[in-house]
């Protein structure tokens, strides 16, 4: 049973607009959720992190909301740019960050 | 750009063989991780490794070994490849992250292993 979960596999956006991701998470531990952003034959690339005693984080474009009580994040990119897509992956962690447990992703296409 | 290269980055096996796959880090990293993505399931830690000769098996160890004789070194060897494992391979290190008291971890840039 997966503890992360991505449930839309793919998303479509017109490029300017918002690009939503969506994420939840069964264990009421984790402590800290990142979003990891993939490109084709590269490795992940850390995007953006909340920790459990937040509920939104911004790093420019990307804004990360945490609502604990739902077991649920979201990533939202404003606005959506052509270059964006890539698939998403979702992760969270025990203890501050040893190991992560990730979900299965999310592929997102900015149409320009 | 944690310093992670692995080797070798494309590999064709056939079933039965043995095969070794190398992560090396040159930033004296304690914590090193093996991943496999597929689709549907995203990254799956297969083993880790929290120091020299000390590892753990994660969610998806069975049919792989690790071993961690050098700080800068994690090998993954899959002693009888099976069909099953064809996969992308990521090798991953854990750093202290922008905020301080919080890790990350950041990835090589993977093997894609086709076992046949």
């Known amino acids: 049973d997966q503890q992360v979960k991505q449930n839309s596999p793919s998303l479509s956006v017109q490029e300017g607009r918002i690009s939503i991701l969506n994420c939840d998470y069964t264990?009421?531990?984790?402590?800290?959720f990142l979003w990891y952003k993939k490109y084709p034959a590269e490795g992940p690339t850390f995007l953006i992190s909340?920790?459990?005693?937040?509920d939104k984080n911004e790093d420019g474009r990307f804004t990360v909301f945490l609502n604990k009580s739902a077991k649920h994040l979201s990533l939202h990119i404003v606005p959506s740019q052509p270059g964006d897509s890539a698939v998403y992956f979702c992760?969270?962690?025990?203890?501050?960050?040893?190991?992560?447990?990730f979900g299965p992703g999310t592929r997102l296409s900015v149409l320009p | 750009d944690a310093g992670i290269t692995q080797s070798p980055r494309h590999k064709v096996t056939e079933t039965g063989t043995p095969v070794t796959l190398r992560c090396h880090q040159t930033?004296?990293?304690?914590?090193m991780y093996w991943y496999r993505q597929d689709p549907g399931h995203g990254l799956r830690l297969i083993h880790y490794?929290?120091?020299?000769?000390?590892?753990d098996k994660g969610e998806v160890s069975d049919g792989y070994s690790v071993s961690r004789s050098k700080t800068e070194d994690f090998l993954l060897t899959l002693e009888s490849a099976t069909s099953s494992q064809t996969s992308v391979y990521f090798c991953?290190?854990?750093?202290?992250?922008?905020?301080?008291?919080?890790?990350?971890?950041?990835f090589g840039p993977g093997t894609r292993l086709t076992v046949l």
């Open positions: 490794s929290y120091g020299v000769k000390d590892t």
């Open positions: 992760a969270a962690s025990l203890n501050y960050g040893q190991n992560f447990v």
């Open positions: 264990n009421s531990m984790f402590d800290y």
């Open positions: 909340i920790s459990s005693i937040k």
């Open positions: 930033e004296n990293h304690r914590y």
């Open positions: 991953a290190i854990t750093s202290v992250g922008r905020e301080i008291s919080y890790n990350e971890q950041f």
